[in-house]
């Protein structure tokens, strides 16, 4: 399927689609970004991508011409032009254009990018059997550093740890807080399954608001089944009945070790459970786009 590209007002080709390299996206990772599925021409919880945008751009006083809904009308707009079912939209707002040098008021208008395209980012048979991780030797910048319950450009510190996992044999990292916490994986929340109930690191332990997270958390009182946010140690993890990490891209992904052993058993029924009610629910959580 055809990736779609939304710029500055407009869909673009795809050799239209570029920005400056004066951009301070670019140059300073100034900006923020959501990433969003549409599932069945429907955007999974558009709403809740839109207040969790506006709260990054506000954190960094980055004022978006037309507000949140030029953000929005851009995602409807790429999502309702790609012709696929399904798609991962990556939704971002920089600075925009400015002089060399870190002052973001001397950039005058923000960049505002949507693109759709597929994404898969575990094959199946790694998704069957489970995810290998490790503990990323990198740990979470702390919420007077770089808050990371902002969204924004400055990727590095998952890159550095999935690139870790990567040179480590292994597929996905944990990260863990200033504290020894976990905080969350590279690009996705972390849950546990401890004697029947789900447990996943609170948001000041340095976990991303993740919106699969929340649904996760919904999903899981409907089935009943107690779910509770929860400082976590590695401890928690090595001796989790089940352990899975959730987000946009990953969806819901079990895993079956870290930092080379064995989580839980062959059985995941909590995971198994959790992500049948995720996918009867995400129709019916979309905002359409045609
Ligand atoms: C650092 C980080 N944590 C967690 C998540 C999961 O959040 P969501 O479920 O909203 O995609 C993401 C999203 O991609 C992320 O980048």
Known sequence: MEAVFYV???LVPREEAKVSLFDHGLLYGDGVFEGMRMIDRRIFRLEDHMRRLASG????GLTLPGGVEAAREAALTAARAYRGRDAYLRLVVTRGEGPLG????????PTLFCIADGIALFPAEKRA???DLITASVRKPGPDQLDPRVKSLNYMNSVLAKREARLRGADEAIVLNQAG????ASVANVFVVREG?????????GALEGITRKTVLELAKELGIPAYERSLTRVDLLSAEECFLTGTG???VSARSLDGARIGGEERPIAAAILRAFEDAA???GVPVD
């Not at 751009?57 to 960094?60: E, F, M, P, S």
């Not at 916490?181 to 969350?184: I, W």
């Not at 109930?197 to 332990?205: K, S």
Request: charged share 20%.
């Open 283 to 285: 129709p019916g959580l």
């Open 102 to 109: 870190v002052d973001p008021f001397s950039c005058e208008t």
């Open 181 to 184: 916490r976990v905080a969350e």
């Open 57 to 60: 751009l506000a954190a960094v």
């Open 8 to 10: 500055n007002g407009a």
């Open 250 to 252: 990953a969806r819901l």
């Open 197 to 205: 109930a789900l447990l996943t690191p609170p948001a000041n332990d």
């Open 129 to 131: 059997r489970g995810l």
